[in-house]
Nanobody
Framework: QVQLVESGGGLVQAGGSLRLSCVAS????????IGWYRQAPGKQRELVAA???GGSNSVKGRFTISRDNTKNTVYLQINSLKPEDTGVYYC????????????????WGQGTQVTVSS
């Protein structure tokens, strides 16, 4: 079955950086787009970055997304962290990437918590 495992979250001071990882298994990783989502406390999950199977990507603000198909891993780099970046970060795969937009599938990881202190 499809499994996604996120890691790399933690407690960080404002202005710092984090690199989150999402490792996929049970799926043809290189042939699928990946999306990273953030769910802040009390808010809906929102897309922050996505990357197609071919490497095209779309990101919001201070996020950078990349993928290493040899490791079945997608990364989310977040620089100049702000308290409003606090939330649980999830990855999703096998969705549809089209014209810079990503439409998620039912395959989600368990999430990794990012907490930014001011």
């Amino acid at each position: 079955q499809v499994q996604l495992v996120e890691s790399g979250g933690g407690l960080v001071q404002a202005g710092g950086s984090l690199r989150l990882s999402c490792v996929a298994s049970g799926i043809s990783f290189s042939g699928n787009a990946i999306g990273w989502y953030r769910q802040a406390p009390g808010k809906q999950r929102e897309l922050v970055a996505a990357i197609s199977s071919g490497g095209s990507n779309s990101v919001k603000g201070r996020f950078t997304i990349s993928r290493d198909n040899t490791k079945n891993t997608v990364y989310l780099q977040i620089n100049s962290l702000k308290p409003e970046d606090t939330g649980v970060y999830y990855c999703n795969t096998a969705g549809t990437y089209s014209s810079g937009r990503y439409y998620p599938s039912a395959f989600w990881g368990q999430g990794t918590q990012v907490t930014v202190s001011s």
